[in-house]
């Protein structure tokens, strides 16, 4: 690997999200370094610069971290006090560890929306069945037990509708919390970008569609989301972005709900409901977290259409991806097509699409065709 | 380096075209190999499967190849009869060299163009300075002396004026061809993908601006062009394309003038009048390419905005390049960037920009002063 002639920004983990900031970080020209757990990782198939090394040993990241302009993270597990070790060495690290801590820790994350008055539902640390029972007394049933740490895509979350049922998550030693169950209407998302020098941008509000806990498709815009209600959630999320000292990317997921919005959950990354932006908006969301964690200035976040639908690919039984290209590519030449470069697992998200027009119904069943063939050979 | 996942293309030469490349086999998850001269080189530092040696030889282009399902170029100066080898060896080479020659050797574009009635200057094989005079004598002067083989962004042309400029020509001893000067209005490309199974897509027509022989700025579509001309000059293109059975991109750089279309080079590569398609098409050129010579069905060539100009960003004096990336990003946050991980060296071609919008004059005026203030760090 030959000196590098722009920054570089060394990205800690190797998956899909890495491997998209790449291609950002190719018509920047920086240049991007991952710790990757192994040569096979989505990023590092796609990367020059991949150094191998365990996330968790702090002597790891030190030497990872050195000769870069800026460290990031592909995702939240690196453990809080490593990210201030590195910020002390005098490394940028970004989002910050006291940032970061609310999308790694649940509770810290509660408790900070409570403080600064952002809408969240009534919540609880909780330790015993007796206080879970105590909180469905206030709240009613059921009762949404998470783990304070370390869930994602639905894992580390649990809808209990008893306390037997509850008593079975207790049961698991996991660190636990309490929320109340909210019956909202739809699922919402606000992805900003807050740089080191409080320069904010927010994304339009989209519509995330979940089955099983997994989001299988985004709708950008919201569809018939009211002006108002649109610009509340956006400064919602910049507010917290600006409170919480954010720096990258912020994804607020939202609960619509007939009483207004609410917060779900944070996320201090490229994120899931923002791949709709590669090929939907004029900057994408890879390319923004690469300007606010190097401090630039930062790009337009308008859509490069009306409607932008994309669709998540998740693996099915049939492992042979390729062979079905032909059959979307010939069916929709508009079609955006995103692998991973990951093996195909039941379940698995490896790969999105995306498509664009006026109307949504039409992008909608382009975007699901597409999606549906490529998962699992199923002609809709 | 991993096994592969995806199909395998080997790119042989690692430019800033095989870099832009990457962008697109990462979504396509398709795993890029490339065959550098150097590690420093633009794509060499943005691939994780780079092989060096010298594409001038065959033991090494055959070793390269192993185990690609497709080859690609990303400069025409690999030996013709090497690529008849490695097709012969039966790897899928595209273009093959038949249709490739064309784009290697001026003469024999010429002989093919007008063998089947594609608009061409008059052109003639010569070897003497007899030989240009009654060339002139036909065509008058001044005439135009292009190296048959190697030349490209102006290098290997010359405008002779008089039989003592051409005698200075020849006796540098390059194998040359004369053609007649065309007194054009402006310049047009159409750039084109065909694939192996025959499907064909053309690209909008674009209008591009040379400076000393050097392209730019690409204004997409080409302002003002009547609707008729430009169908004849993608059907000028696409018959070529047939004709010479071309896989993969053809460029065809084409003189307006006052009595019609003529055809002035071609390229049988991603080029540089189509940049503009990275940001400003439904599929990239780059995307493009790839689908042609995986034989996968083509995608839309439509243009996401009315109006798209590319700006190219020459090298000035000052070689640090990202001091003036702060102001231009945040003059613009519309504007991309497209760094190619080059140093800088006065007019060597080391990034583009791109601006959209509905208005030519407001969008060029855009690129213009981002590409001018990258470029020299001039404020204009």
Known sequence: MAGPIGPVVGVIGAGQLA???????????????????????????????????????????????????????????????????????????????????????????????????????????????????????????????????????????????????????????????????????RELAVLVARSPHGQGVSYPVVETVQRDGICVEVLAPAPGLDAEEAAQAQRIALRIAHELGVTGLLAVEMFATASGLVVNELAMRPHNSGHWTIDGARTSQFEQHLRAVLDLPLGSPSMSAPVVVMANLLGGDDPDLFSRYEHVMAHDPGIKVHFYGKEVRPGRKIGHVTAFGDDLDEVRARARHAAVYLSEGVYT
């Open 19 to 185: 491997r998209m900031t790449q291609q950002a970080a190719i018509a920047l020209g920086v240049e991007l370094r991952v710790l990757a757990n192994s040569p096979d990782e989505s990023a590092a198939r796609v990367i020059a610069d991949v150094r191998l090394g365990d996330y968790r040993d702090l002597a790891t990241l030190r030497d990872f971290a050195k000769g870069c302009d800026a460290i990031t993270f592909d995702h939240e597990h690196v453990p809080t006090e490593h990210i201030r070790a590195l910020a002390g060495d005098g490394f940028a690290v970004h989002p910050g560890a006291d940032a970061l801590v609310h999308a790694q820790d649940k509770a810290v994350m509660r408790e900070r929306l409570t403080a600064i008055g952002a809408p969240c539902p009534p919540w609880r640390r909780i330790a015993t069945v007796a206080d879970v029972e105590e909180f469905a007394g206030e709240n009613g049933w059921p009762v949404v037990l998470k783990a304070v740490r370390g869930g994602y895509d639905g894992r580390g979350v649990w809808v209990c509708r008893s306390a037997q049922e509850a008593a079975e998550v207790l049961a698991t030693g996991v660190p636990l919390m309490a929320e109340a169950f909210v019956p909202f209407e």
